[in-house]
């Protein structure tokens, strides 16, 4: 399994990026896949999950404010950000696994698959 993140860009406080996710391999309305992010000199978080085509989660710093979408006929996952802050300035990433259990979504450790991130920059 292949994944390929872009989207990632400059943008102002307030502001809209979508990044997108191409996922090549595997059976794609099997996979689990995440979104996650690295800020500077922090740990990588979990922004949001989508277990197989199910309903997506996210973390409470984005809730209201980010979604998680897939179009299973270009095998290709979503992360649609709104009002974008300076503190989700962040290198992104996604994730992909076809065999986690729904209580694992959550762990970063459990997923097999990852993209190259993309950097999301948030600044006036």
Known sequence: VQLQASGGG???PGGSLRLSCAISGGTFSRLTTGWFRQAPGKEREIVGTMFRGGVPRYADSVKGRFTISRDNAKNTVYLQ??????EDTAVYYCAADANLIFSSMWNEGQYDYWGRGTQVTVSS
């Open 10 to 12: 400059l943008v102002q």
């Open 81 to 86: 950000m709104n009002d974008l802050k300076p």
